[in-house]
Every structure is written in C-alpha cells, then in structure tokens.
C-alpha cells in the first residue's frame, strides 16, 4: 500500500471514528436529522455511532480492511436519506441553533466521494 493511500486510509478512519463520537457529544441535535415518522431517534443515533466506531476501526486492519470499506459504502448509503431530509427540514447542525443551508446541501452531495473515497483506500 502507497503511504499516500495510508495515509488517506487513516484519515478517512479517524473522521469516521470521530463522527461517532460527536453523535454521543450531540445526540439531540443528530436526533433531528431523522424522521420523525421512525420510532426510537436518539437510540438510531447512538446505533449509527457505534456503527461508526466499529467500521472505523476494521478500516485498520489489513484483515478486515476490504469489508469494512464496502460496509462503510453501504453504511453511507444508508444515512444518505437522513441527510437528504435535514437539508429538505433545514435541520442546523447538531451543535449549532441555526441552519447552514449550503453546508446542509453540501453534505448529500459529497456523500459520493466519501464513497468512492473509503471503496479506493480499502482496496
């Protein structure tokens, strides 16, 4: 593996690792990202943390590295529609009072080279 791979792989990783810990840090406003029509929010929320800590540490390891970056595309795949509405909602960030409607459309949008940048460092 090149060090510039490496090195993208481990940041990709600690990223992950650390939006799992802002959705403990900040579980009410992460709450509000997802529809209300889906029962039990803040336990969604504290799922997809600990989803986040997990697939970031099998980004790690050479063993589980391939895997981990194909859940991690699904994974991704999966929140997308979270994002979506919370930018459709207006939704401010959960550490913030008030919404950025550029970063709240930035985010489903960038969702792809997230993506493609998880699938090519976990080759």
């Not at 997308?80 to 509405?85: D, F, K, T």
């Not at 930035?106 to 460092?121: F, H, N």
Request: charged share 10%; proline share 7%; aromatic share 16%.
């Amino acid at each position: 593996m090149s060090i510039f791979k490496t090195i993208t792989l481990y940041i990709f990783a600690i990223a992950l690792f650390l939006a799992g810990v802002a959705h403990f840090v900040y579980d009410e406003g992460f709450a509000v990202m997802i529809p209300d029509f889906l029962p039990y929010q803040l336990e969604l929320v504290y799922i997809t943390a600990i989803m986040e800590w997990m697939l970031s540490l099998f980004l790690i390891f050479p063993q589980t590295r391939r895997a981990a970056g194909i859940a991690t595309a699904i994974f991704l795949l999966a929140v997308l529609p979270a994002n979506i509405y919370a930018a459709i909602i207006g939704a401010p960030a959960p550490w913030s009072d008030e919404p950025n409607l550029i970063l709240l459309w930035l985010r489903p949008l960038l969702q792809p080279l997230l993506i493609w940048w998880v699938l090519a460092v976990s080759k």
